[in-house]
């Protein structure tokens, strides 16, 4: 006899549930950001905001006219201007060494400001996905137990799920990819013999 499959659906108050958490979830990762915006000092919403003004297309388009108008005007080519910063326009370059070594700061504290909140980010990943690690070895192990105790021969000769289930050791981690790091720069290539398909 065919069976009818039907697609499963979760009950109204379930699924209001899990939309609710997920919704808070996302307020709570947008207020992570908002709160970081919420602590900067003057300065460092003055360099935000130069940032983001710098980085528009207003912003080139100004400074293109200008520099098309600047040029003219001391090429002698717009009559009805008199010529005050004659070639090699020192003047121009003046300004402009002036106005990108400001920029270059004001960029670099946006830029510092923005790896701060992506640092404590990442930490916030980083124990999530530790507490995550743990429950999913705790969960493969209750998988195990059930297993044995219903003699599922699947789950009893899984090879992989007696490594699975162990909790990893961040320190052992580190301590690995800092030893991998180190052998590659104690090897580094000699020459191209080395790299190059044979």
């Not at 003004?53 to 040029?71: D, E, K």
């Not at 640092?119 to 980083?126: A, H, Q, S, T, W």
């Not at 297993?147 to 320190?171: F, H």
Request: charged content about 25%; overall charge negative; proline content about 6%.
């Amino acid at each position: 006899m065919a069976r009818h499959v039907t697609n499963y659906r979760l009950p109204n108050p379930l699924a209001r549930h899990l939309l609710d958490r997920l919704s808070e979830r996302r307020q709570s990762l947008d207020a992570f950001r908002a709160r970081a915006n919420e602590r900067r000092s003057r300065s460092e919403r003055f360099a935000d905001g130069l940032t983001d003004i710098v980085g528009s297309a207003p912003f080139l388009i100004f400074h293109m006219c200008l520099f098309m108008v600047w040029l003219a005007a001391n090429l002698r080519l717009l009559p009805f201007i008199s010529p005050f910063d004659p070639f090699p326009f020192g003047l121009l370059t003046m300004a402009m060494t002036l106005e990108q070594s400001l920029l270059t700061i004001f960029i670099i504290m946006s830029q510092n400001r923005s790896s701060e909140i992506a640092d404590l980010r990442n930490e916030v990943d980083l124990q999530i996905n530790m507490v995550a690690e743990e429950e999913i070895s705790k969960a493969l192990t209750l998988l195990r137990l059930i297993g044995e105790k219903l003699d599922i021969a699947e789950i009893i000769n899984d090879p992989e799920l007696r490594i699975m289930e162990q909790a990893l050791d961040p320190a052992e981690l580190v301590k690995q990819t800092r030893d991998e790091l180190d052998d590659e720069k104690a090897t580094p290539i000699t020459s191209a013999s080395e790299w190059t398909p044979r």
